[in-house]
């Protein structure tokens, strides 16, 4: 019989599996090493930079597991997700002293990982069948939960929390581009991939040309004459 426009068969759920399986796996690689390095900032041991590493590498993914109800959570059912977080600890430990700017690397490296984890986490909500808030929702919480929980134990100000990131933004942007492209038919790890681009892209304008939206300023009390 003939596939029906719109349908989604095994085959595509098969193919969408997978590109969220790289997804998950590319942004624990990389949210890894910003949680490496934001521990060498802190002067840890080894110890202290696997875990910071595994806490931001996961973190964001776990919340979304557990708000969606997925069981096993996603780095439960691959356990080897937290030997890539261990082997970029490693790596950062025995590295970071190399680097001119570690802040500077932290913050691009954290650009990459946001926009490889919030297509990860619509991509989750869509295979589930949720709704657009959702899926949106998902998106935002996959991308800047790790690095949340990353910056208050590594006593660094939350990126998520400063005003002139556009953090929070770029991640709702990505995600809600993600989904407007699956909305308009195209293929979901192209309609992904889009969403992805744009949060990297909005992320690039904050860093590079200063990109901000306004913040809300208090006005000061009115003085009695």
Known sequence: MPRQEGQVTPEMLNTLGAYI????????????????????????????????????AVGG???RDLVLGRDPVFWVAQPELIGIATAAAVLV??????????YRWLLWLDAIALAVAVPAGVGVALVGGYGPVIVVIAGVITGTMGGLMRDVVGNEVPLILKGSELYLTCAFGGAVVALMLAWLGLPRPV?????????????????IWGWSLPVYKPRPPRMRG
């Open 21 to 56: 399986w790289a997804l998950d796996y590319g942004s624990v690689l990389v949210f890894a090493l910003t949680g490496a390095l934001v521990a060498s900032r802190a002067q840890l041991d080894i110890i202290g930079f696997i875990f910071m590493a595994s806490l931001t």
């Open 61 to 63: 993914g776990t919340l």
């Open 93 to 102: 430990f025995w590295t970071a002293h190399l680097l001119e700017s570690r």
């Open 191 to 207: 309609a992904l991939s889009g969403g992805g681009l744009s949060v990297f892209l909005l992320r690039a304008g904050t860093l």
